[in-house]
């Protein structure tokens, strides 16, 4: 089979692709994206469909094989992690303002993935872009998550929406809302406590949440360290959203907010998995922890370390 | 739980080989092939699954002149005992001891359950006779003291901290030795969250336990890490001498593999796995009964203790 491979990858010309010249190349390029940190079912997926393209496919000359299903599986990275709609939040809370209504972002993830903190980044990088904010600290069950919020709210200056611990987060979404139109601010970002996507009724709360106060915006915040399970946080989540929804046109995750970027050197492949399984767009990629360290999704980049 | 889902697997894989009459190269190829991808949906790190693909293939070929039933019994036995090296690291985690001040310092990746995880530890120890203390040796992430005093007070723990000493070394150093003149016998350590990238962190991970001398260090990490566990967890330990791994969050549905390879890395046995946000989701692990039953192939659950 290896002699019959090195010769087809030196063949050049009119060769009609089969399965067993793309099988083995795929196959290692697979084991290269499970090393990356890519889930093993998506890296499985990825590699069937570029397969069942590839072949019975004519290469032109002078293309080697091996050249032909890299390019293949690097334009399928890179059709993935692209946005397939684009959300412009800037734009959008513009929109509200002129409408008189507070803009509302909603941040969701397990536990202890980073989402007080990466809302409290994205507060700043807002209040940068001259928007006045407020937060709403509805995660009322984990030990000191309010006096976390407080710390920040203090540093950044912005108005801190709290009723203390073991209210009914959904309640305390309304209210901060009603508070933050009376108070003429352009964005609530709603802080939600950390649960697990199997903890039904956690995930029932916190659908009670979203289908009681509409978020114009909800994030599901993933942290790059996470691996095979990026594949069930993010189908339950969107899922049980979906399911437990009340409303016509329910909401479900809009978008990603990746987190811990910082601490995974070239194993970037949760940002794939994620994508790959939601849909959904990273729109934020969280890379320390200081405010700054907010950044946009360099697609590019990705699907070169993923293939390097 | 989980690890039994990866050892059904392992087993169907095993036992699917043992339909086929002759074992030949593409049958065990084919077995092997099985294992490794659930061991790689189980996020054990890559490497080490290759290793451990490499070390079956060796040990079957010295074996080659048996045949058929002792085939497959040789590979069998090659599988179990490759996953038994990597859970077990043949190292005895630290006993507390009675009637002297144990120091257990806790170290991690940031948000991994640190701090949720050293109350657990402090009350699964108090309700077996200890007089635990906590101290929040954590100046960095905003409200950190107030949540180890929040958990300690909703758990009767002592706790020490500051919200304006900005040296965690110095709060360390000036609890343990409160609580030593106390008399506390279990001192607990509660650290930041940290990352290999950045040299500051483990330098100041470095001076905290220099300041407190600990008899044990605990690394904490979330059972659903994948490929970068490895690393990360080498990190720390070539850092400082950790001793002990506790895997939070298997509650959830990860498979926990990075933490296994955490194992590896470390060199340290697994000595609680944490299931649920709630002070008494906490379970005792045992590694050696936990590879027993791996090798015995036999009942996948009762292996841990409440
Ligand atoms: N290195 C690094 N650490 C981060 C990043 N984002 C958050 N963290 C850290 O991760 C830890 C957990 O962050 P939190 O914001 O409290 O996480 P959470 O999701 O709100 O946690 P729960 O509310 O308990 O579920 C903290 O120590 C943060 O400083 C990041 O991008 N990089
Ligand atoms: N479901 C579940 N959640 C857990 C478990 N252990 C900890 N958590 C949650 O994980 C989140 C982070 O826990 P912390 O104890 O704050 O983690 P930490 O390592 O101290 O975080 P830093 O100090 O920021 O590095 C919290 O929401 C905890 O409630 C567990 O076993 N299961
Ligand atoms: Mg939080
Ligand atoms: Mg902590």
């Known amino acids: 089979m290896m002699k019959n491979l090195n010769k087809k990858i030196n063949v050049s010309g009119q060769a009609v692709l089969e399965e067993s010249d793309v099988k083995p190349i795929l196959e290692t390029l697979k084991d290269k994206l499970i090393s990356k940190n890519v889930a093993e079912e998506v890296a499985q997926k990825i590699v069937n469909t570029v397969e069942s393209n590839m072949v019975g496919k004519k290469l032109t000359s002078f293309t080697r094989v091996t050249t032909a299903v890299t390019k293949a599986v690097e334009s399928a990275l890179t059709q993935i992690l692209s946005p397939g709609r684009n959300i412009n939040i800037l734009q959008e809370v513009e929109a509200s303002r002129r409408e008189g209504e507070p803009y509302s972002i909603v941040f969701i993830g397990c536990n202890g993935v980073g989402k007080s903190t990466n809302l409290a980044k994205v507060a700043f990088w807002l209040m940068q872009h001259g928007m006045k904010v407020m937060i709403a600290a509805c995660d009322t069950f984990r030990s000191g998550a309010v006096e976390q919020l407080r710390t920040h709210t203090q540093r950044l200056g912005v108005e801190l929406f709290e009723r203390g611990y073991e209210k009914d987060p959904a309640a305390v979404a309304k209210e901060a809302l009603k508070k933050a139109k009376e108070s003429r601010c352009d964005v609530l970002l709603i802080d939600t406590a950390g649960r697990m996507q199997d903890n039904e009724p956690l995930m029932r709360a916190l659908s009670k949440l979203i289908n009681m106060n509409n978020p114009n915006l909800t994030l599901f915040v993933g942290e790059a360290l996470v691996g095979n399970e990026a594949v069930d946080q993010l189908t339950k989540f969107n899922n049980r959203l979906i399911e437990l929804s009340s409303q016509d046109q329910p909401h479900k995750i809009d978008g990603i907010v990746l987190t811990k970027f910082d601490t995974i050197d070239n194993k970037v492949g949760a940002a794939l998995s994620m994508v790959y399984i939601s849909g959904a767009p990273v729109i934020f990629v969280g890379c320390g922890q200081q405010y700054s360290d907010l950044r946009r999704l360099n697609v590019k980049q990705i699907v070169s370390v993923l293939l390097s | ?306």
């Open chain 2, 1 to 306: 739980m989980v690890l039994a889902e990866l050892g059904n697997k392992i087993t169907g894989a095993l036992r699917s080989m043992a339909n086929n009459t002759f074992v030949d190269e593409a049958v065990l190829d084919n077995c092997l092939k099985d294992i490794a991808t659930a061991l790689l949906q189980a996020d054990i790190n890559i490497k080490l699954v290759k290793q451990l693909r490499d070390n079956v293939k060796r040990a079957v070929q010295i074996e080659d002149m048996a045949s058929g039933l002792n085939k497959r019994k040789v590979i069998e036995k090659a599988v179990f005992s490759e996953l038994c090296s990597m859970l077990d690291p043949d190292t005895e985690p630290y006993e507390l001891k009675k009637g002297r001040s144990n120091v257990v310092m806790f170290v991690g990746l940031q948000g991994n359950g640190k701090t949720t995880t050293c109350t657990k530890y402090a009350y699964a120890n108090k309700r077996k006779g200890y007089r635990p203390a906590m101290i929040c040796a954590d100046t960095f992430r905003a409200g950190a003291f107030d949540q180890l005093k929040q958990n300690c007070t909703k758990a009767g723990i002592p706790f020490y901290g500051s919200y304006t000493e900005t040296d965690p070394a110095a709060i360390a150093a000036a609890g343990v030795q409160r609580f030593r003149e106390e008399r506390y016998d279990l001192i607990i350590v509660d650290t930041s969250g940290r990352h290999k990238q950045e040299d500051a962190l483990f330098e100041e991970m470095r001076e905290i336990e220099e300041a407190v001398k600990p008899d044990c260090i605990v690394f904490v990490i979330d059972g659903s890490v994948g490929q970068a566990a490895y690393d990360q967890a080498l990190a720390f330990k070539q850092t400082v001498p950790v001793g002990a791994v506790i895997v939070t969050k298997l509650d959830g549905h990860a498979k926990g593999g990075g933490a296994l390879s955490a194992v590896a890395a470390t060199d340290s046995p697994i000595i609680y796995i944490g299931t649920g946000e709630h002070i008494d989701e906490f379970e005792q692990f045992h590694t050696k009964s936990f590879v027993s039953r791996l090798l015995g192939l036999g009942d996948w659950t009762g292996f841990m203790d409440k």
